[in-house]
């Protein structure tokens, strides 16, 4: 946990930090417990729970964790990026490990006890996730009073190819009319 709050520190000393997101460098909730505690400290240094994110590939004992009362109040985010369970273990092969029913289930649950909206991030994968037909499956697996997604766009690492600005708008209308809340994030990275 001291290693964590090291790092917003850090990062504090260069500019004023309000929000956090644990995401990127790994599962952050296979370190649960340091996570969380790095958690109850940040109000400290002035960053709320309110503005913590923890995001999650759907590492259930984590989530069921969060979920507990003595556990601090942040949000979650859960990444997806494919509503089909054979598709999403293609994409993230934690779903072997925790199915995506059961990662739903246990979002849910979170949600219930905390009464905060879930962010899911799914990245726009060319021809792989980005269908009509994906945004159609992804608008009946959640609610929208429990869920908000983020279309992000993929920056192209030689694997898989970016959708482009249209497949992403088309996805998003799909969302758009079954009423899901959605919201396409800024594009950085990709000149790098």
């Known amino acids: 946990a001291s290693e964590i709050l090291d790092q917003a520190l850090h990062f504090r000393r260069k500019e004023p930090v309000t929000n956090l997101v644990f995401m990127g460098m790994g599962e952050p909730l296979i370190n649960v417990d340091n996570v969380l505690d790095s958690c109850e400290r940040l109000p400290a240094i002035g960053i709320a729970t309110s503005h913590t994110t923890v995001s999650t590939a759907g590492w259930i004992p984590g989530i069921e964790k969060m979920a507990d009362p003595s556990s601090p109040n942040v ?80 920056n192209p690492t030689g694997m898989y190819d970016g959708a482009s600005r249209e497949r992403i708008a088309a996805f998003k209308s799909v969302l758009d009319a079954a009423r899901l809340p959605s919201t396409v994030r800024l594009t950085r990275g990709r000149d790098i």
């Open 75 to 154: 949000r979650l985010a859960l990444s997806l990026h494919a509503a089909d369970p054979a598709l999403r273990s293609e994409l993230m092969p934690v779903n072997d490990r925790y199915p995506l029913p059961d990662v739903m289930d246990a979002v849910r649950e979170w949600h219930a006890a905390r009464r905060r909206k879930v962010f899911i991030e799914y990245v726009m994968l060319d021809g792989v996730n980005d269908a009509p037909a994906h945004a159609r499956q992804l608008a009946e697996l959640l609610d929208a009073r429990v869920f908000k997604v983020n279309l992000i766009p993929y």
